[in-house]
Nanobody, 115 residues
């Protein structure tokens, strides 16, 4: 079992920045891909960014150049630095981890961007 706890969401004006953190605990040995997803009201959950243990990353086109995912394997934590935020980035952001073929989710953190 893996537990994921997100933090760092909040309310920010358009053009501002936020940094999300996701700390993993429990059976964390050999966690594979970690990522961030988001779900806006009335929309499906979508991938924002993901990162492999070696550091290779993948981003949604809508956030390329604005968001940066990073990972501290020693602290079992993944981060999402979000810059130049737009109102359309407003959503609940979820941390995700792939561990030995099972997928785990955090409880989500709200990000609201005002225009």
């Amino acid at each position: 079992q893996v537990q994921l706890v997100e933090s760092g969401g909040g309310l920010v004006q358009a053009g501002g920045s936020l940094r999300l953190s996701c700390a993993a605990s429990g059976s964390i040995f050999r966690i594979n891909v970690m990522g961030w997803y988001r779900q806006a009201p009335g929309k499906q959950r979508e991938l924002v960014a993901s990162i492999r243990p070696g550091g290779s990353t993948n981003y949604a086109d809508s956030v390329k150049g604005r968001f940066t995912i990073s990972r501290d394997n020693g602290k079992n934590t993944v981060y999402l630095q979000m810059n130049n935020l737009k109102p359309e980035d407003t959503a609940v952001y979820y941390c995700n981890a792939d561990h030995l073929g099972s997928v785990y989710w955090g409880q989500g953190t709200q990000v609201t961007v005002s225009s």
